[in-house]
């Protein structure tokens, strides 16, 4: 196990082969991209957040000049400003550096069970905080695989270092302390099963 793990941290520290190996176990994220296209906007006046956008693989669903994309690791973010279109910052999404109300939607996918619930408590409020009125968030974050034969997902989520892999009824609890639940569902990316929520403020 400790070999598939490093193996894991290895292929995470070069952003065009993560996208390469999470592309080849998701499906291309087809059905992720379906859940962004029905549940998120497009519109040219909407700002959107995309918190811990990784390598930025999700910006081409939103107008270039009205999506950024935050994250904490500088590679990642280097990679996404030379192969996707967006503004693209490194930065930490416990203290945000956008004012008040800046956006109308944030997009958060696979952040969240990197991180305990005092510092998901942390990043929901800077969310609440950066959102308009009526904004919303499409939160979709690993659950444990769904199926017991599905032996290659359980074996990445041993291997990963997401630590803080959590039921649905877990997430559930921690998004409803700041956000109204609107819709739910567990959802399956290739060998990856998430739960999905959209919430609003
Ligand atoms: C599994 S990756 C998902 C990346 C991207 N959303 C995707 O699906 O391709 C999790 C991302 O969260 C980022 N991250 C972890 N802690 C963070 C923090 N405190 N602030 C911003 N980003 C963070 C990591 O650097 C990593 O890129």
Redesign the pocket.
């Known amino acids: 196990m400790k070999l598939i793990s490093r193996l894991v941290t290895h292929i995470?520290e070069h952003p065009a082969l993560?996208?390469f190996f999470?592309g080849l176990l998701e499906n291309d994220?087809v059905s992720?991209r379906e859940l962004i296209r029905n549940e998120m906007l497009a519109g040219e006046h909407l700002r959107t957040l995309?918190?811990?956008?990784?390598?930025?693989?999700?910006a081409r669903h939103f107008p270039a000049d009205s999506y950024v994309g935050?994250?904490?690791?500088a590679r990642?973010i280097g990679y996404a400003r030379r192969r996707f279109h967006g503004d693209f910052r490194v930065?930490?999404?416990?203290r945000l550096e956008f004012p008040d109300g800046f956006f109308n939607q944030v997009?958060?996918?696979?952040?969240l069970?990197?991180?305990d619930d005092a510092?998901v408590h942390a990043?929901l409020g800077e969310c609440r905080r950066v959102l308009t009125a009526g904004g919303s968030i499409l939160v979709?974050e690993?659950i444990p695989a769904v199926s017991r034969l599905n032996v290659i997902g359980h074996l990445i989520h041993l291997a990963?270092n997401?630590r803080h892999i959590r039921p649905p009824e877990a997430y559930r609890r921690l998004y409803s302390e700041i956000f109204t639940i609107e819709k739910e569902r567990i959802i399956a990316s290739g060998i990856c099963d998430y739960h999905a929520a959209v919430l609003r403020r």
């Open positions: 995470s993560f996208l999470r994220f992720i995309d918190l811990g956008c990784g390598p930025g693989a999700f935050v994250d904490i690791n990642y930065g930490d999404a416990r997009l958060i996918f696979g952040l069970h990197h991180v510092i990043m979709i690993d990963e997401g």
